[in-house]
């Protein structure tokens, strides 16, 4: 919803699990309330991200692998249909869904029509490759104007894509200092490639790094650094996985977390959970990620590195390798206490995320280098390694000033329009516990709505 979030459209959306089955949550409008009760005249905008688990993977026999929901319309069509009973009355003013069936024209059309029918406007992409799936966001036209609409094909390993969308709100937010009520927000629908080895964690870390490169030369190119970005999707990694570090360092906040004041430490990693996967594990995994533009963030290209860094120490701690150790390792059979850059790559390769088709580039290990060998005398010695391999350092946020031709440019304040979290719910309501119900079959994703609030901020 943007605008005005009334107390009848709360009970539209009340549909709280409680146990019983899709029948009974499905049609039961009265139990409960997936957002708080809200004074009539607050403004607010909703968001819901939801992997609807495509037919083309959802498994039927757990003996026989190959039999797929895909082949049985009559079990893959009201499974959808029932999908859309639940979306629709929550009203969100934003769909983002990840492994929509773009293979199937109808299940696309019931998609298409019945969301066309209650005023969205939808928008899908087919992952490269003819995989099958793909993503659909939709847009409410009665809240937002789409301004535009841009599609990123990664053209690597997972042929994973992303839709970036430009939208303005159809009706006045706060008063601006410009005059301007119409609020304009960024918005992405992805899904990340699912890490069956390790050396898939730099395709995941590529993959977010292209995103927020488009996003960043998108914001560039059309002077729009002072709107607000949302990043919906299945990132397929929980919060103690590089992504989610990588995303914290670029000044993102998981929105389910801030509303229910969890921290980013190991004690609430798994308070809730979002996925049940193919290997029956539980975790949380669906986030609806947002930047307001007076979030401190480092460097794209620095937060990058760390990131990888980060994997790589990860790999070389798996091994009972410490700092001394890990640097003993890199620096090879050099009798010198320094590393070389030929060392450098070995001890990459050696554990697995250095070459073609998955691990580091050429290019890639050339920029990591760069950033640790920071004198710039073509060996990292152990002062330059331990900055790296210290984990503090990697965790540290810049402060909100950033450097021009050496110096520091002191913060020019100015005023903007950015979001903040009022509500985050997870159906099935289990999932907030870090439970997952044996009963739910809609998906085997968990479905997040966040509620946002606009609010002026001072940004630099």
Known sequence: MVAMVESNVNSNVGKVFSGGNEADFLTEADTGAHVPETKSEEPCVSCTTFNILAPIYKRLDQENQNVRESDFRAFWLPRNQKILDWLLPEKSSIICLQEFWVGNEELVHLYQSSLGD??????????TNNRGDGLLTAIHKDYFKVLSYQEL???DFGDRVAQLLHVQSAIP?????????????????????FPHKSILSIVRLRQVYKILLYVETYQRENKLSHIPIILCGDWNGSKRGHVYKFLRSQGFVSSFDIAHQYTDSDADAHKWVSHRNHRGNICGVDFIWLRNPNQSKKTLKKSWAEAVFGTIKYQLRKASLDGKDAFALLKAEQHND?????????????????????????????????????????????EEFKRIWDSACLGQMEGNCKEKNGEFEADIKKEAIGFTVKNAVLFPREAERGLWPENYSLSDHAQLTVVFSPVRIQWS
Do not use: K, M
Request: aromatic share 14%; net charge negative.
């Open 338 to 382: 320094f590393i070389t850059y030929s060392s450098f790559c070995e001890a990459i390769r050696q554990v697995d995320l250095l070459g073609i088709p998955y691990g580091l580039s050429f290019q890639e290990t050339r920029d990591l280098w760069s950033q640790a060998d920071v004198d710039g005398n073509g060996v990292v010695d152990y």
């Open 118 to 127: 209650a005023g969205y406007i939808t928008f899908q992409l087919a992952r």
């Open 173 to 193: 937010y706060l008063p601006s200092p410009t005059g301007n009520s119409q609020q304009e927000l960024l918005i992405v629908n992805t899904h990340l490639l």
């Open 153 to 155: 094909l990664f053209n």
